[in-house]
């Protein structure tokens, strides 16, 4: 069993950036012999009964515990991270989006107990549901055949099409009415009530960029949405009040965009403006099909590791429904990110892929490299063929005009600005430049007619704003290639046992930079925005 020290700490991983803050933002202490007996109450057994209490996950938001008991019965528990917010939120909607998935028959983990508060003797939130049975996806998804590959597909978009045929009277997250605080606004969700004797309804939208750092602390309209425009202009909203308040000239996140812009520090208030174009024209990015604004619920991060199967490719169960939320269906569209294959001409063109005729020809690394590419096709072709033949609610709305871009243009309003003037104006001047195409027609006296685009750029500022987004464009791939050389995800996180490795292979990186520039200056700006250095996270928040 654990000793309470290695349940309180981060121990999966290390990061090559920013290593002790991460582990300190994930360090969670509590009461262990108090959450033991919680846990054993949730299956009504004493606290004598729980023969093991050991860690089980770590992920990014939660610490997941496997508990025994005596009789062999086993179950999960979970506390959220102290920077995991908003807590009693979350843990609230999650719960009740489990309930309220299971009650209508979707493969999710029965929830046995639950807290929303720390405010109890175990000093922490928490949840106890069940133990999954099954293969966790992720395992062996690299290892499955071409037909195993399409059964899985076919299986998932067999789950999102029940997902997709859920009933809401409006966007938000859903929570049981009892678990709202008074002051929270709450839309009631008709005819449905378990044997918890809670009804469910739609409060405040959980997504995490909502309430990133400061920005939960600024008072605007969180949902629930009872009309698109309010989902759609919530997270610009957010933004706006929060750069109001809190903004400053920062460098962009993203560090090798630096060079960019000659190591200056970018101000707010150019985003602010196009936040406050993005208002003006966001109710025009609505559909003119009524049925692709209902609301739905879609699982949040639909990958291989929130999924499990049987031997049969049976899905047993989906996991992690943490900051569910319900959003408009052109909003809530889209290839999951471990399918989808944007960006590549043949996938995008639907036509079935297949291995290039010469391929007995080629090298063997060219060889393995179309053979990536094949699988990569072929999961957004099935995915798509799938959804066309399960799901059609939601293929109409991935088929809708320029679905892509609503959705794009939605997230990148919403998102926590980081020092990137460009990316949302980019997508405002693609608006702008198809919005003839775009536009719904307005009835008048003289006929249908397209309402002028409510927002406009001089030549110039259209011609900088493409110079500097195909820059960062090619920035963001040299990061991945520097990513892919030292074996770092997004995130800089590496399993422990390869931390040591990492580092250096990263410090052979760094070496061979320094070694390349042609200048002390640049030698001295390297040194001081290296990509993977330690710098302060804090004030992005």
Not at 376 to 394: C, D, E, P
Request: aromatic share 12%.
């Amino acid at each position: 069993m654990d000793q309470p020290a290695d349940l309180f700490e981060y121990t999966s991983g290390r990061w090559i950036w920013n290593d002790a803050s991460k582990h300190s933002e994930r360090r969670r202490v509590f009461d262990v012999l108090e959450l033991k007996r919680f846990a054993a109450a949730a299956v009504n057994q004493d606290l004598e009964d729980v023969a093991s209490f050991e860690k089980l996950a770590e992920g990014g938001f939660n610490r997941t515990f496997l508990i025994t008991m005596r009789d062999g019965f086993k179950f999960v528990g979970r506390i959220p991270y102290l920077t995991t917010g908003p807590k009693q939120l979350v843990v609230a909607s999650e719960v009740a989006t489990m309930d309220f998935l299971r009650s209508h028959g979707l493969p999710v983990p029965q929830i046995y107990s639950y807290s929303a508060t720390s405010e109890n003797s175990a000093g922490t939130e928490y949840v106890f549901m069940e133990l999954i049975r099954g293969t966790n996806l992720g395992d062996i998804w690299f290892d499955l055949s071409e037909k195993a590959r399409i059964t899985v597909v076919s299986k998932l978009v067999e789950q999102e099409s029940r997902l997709f045929a859920l009933q809401f009277p409006a966007s938000g997250s859903l929570y049981y009415t009892k678990d709202l605080q008074d002051g929270f606004n709450k839309v009631e969700v008709p005819n449905v009530s378990l044997a918890r004797d809670s009804d469910f309804c739609v409060g405040p939208d959980t997504r995490f960029g909502l309430w990133y750092g400061k920005r939960g602390d600024v008072q605007v309209d969180r949902g629930p949405y009872t009309d698109p425009t309010a989902a759609l202009i919530a997270g610009a909203s957010k933004e706006i009040a929060y750069l109001t308040k809190f903004g400053q000239p920062l460098h962009p996140f993203q560090r090798l965009r630096r060079e960019i812009y000659d190591y200056q520090k970018q101000s707010p208030i150019d985003h602010l403006d196009s936040l406050n174009r993005y208002l003006r024209v966001a109710p025009h990015l609505i559909p003119h099909n009524e049925s692709l604004a209902r609301p739905t619920l879609r699982h949040p991060d639909l990958q291989p590791n929130n999924v499990f199967v049987s031997d049969e490719l049976e899905i047993t169960g989906l996991i992690d429904w943490q900051h569910s939320t319900i959003l408009p269906l052109f909003l809530q569209c889209g290839i999951p990110n471990s399918l989808q294959n944007y960006g590549d001409d043949v996938s995008e063109s639907l036509i079935k892929p297949e291995l290039p005729t010469n391929f007995n020809e080629l090298s063997e690394r060219d060889q393995y490299e179309q053979v990536v590419l094949l699988r990569r096709r072929q999961l957004h072709f099935y995915y798509i063929a799938m959804t066309l033949k399960l799901n059609s609610t939601h293929y109409d709305a991935l088929a809708y005009e320029f679905s892509v871009l609503r959705r794009k243009i939605f997230d990148h309003a919403s998102y926590p600005w980081e020092g990137d003037n460009v990316t949302l104006k980019a997508d405002l001047i693609y608006l702008m430049e198809n919005w003839s195409s775009i536009a719904h027609p307005e009835s008048s006296t003289s006929g249908d007619l397209k309402p002028p685009c409510p927002i406009s750029f001089t030549e110039d500022e259209v011609t900088e704003c493409k110079r500097l987004n195909a820059a960062q464009i090619e920035a963001d791939e040299q990061l991945q290639t520097c990513r892919d050389v030292i074996g770092v995800g997004s995130e800089g996180w590496v399993p422990v046992e390869q931390y040591e490795e990492t580092k250096q292979r990263e410090t052979k990186l760094k070496a061979d930079a320094f070694n390349a520039a042609e200048s002390e200056e640049e030698r001295m700006r390297l040194s001081e925005h290296w990509i993977f250095d330690d710098f302060d996270e804090e004030e992005y928040s």
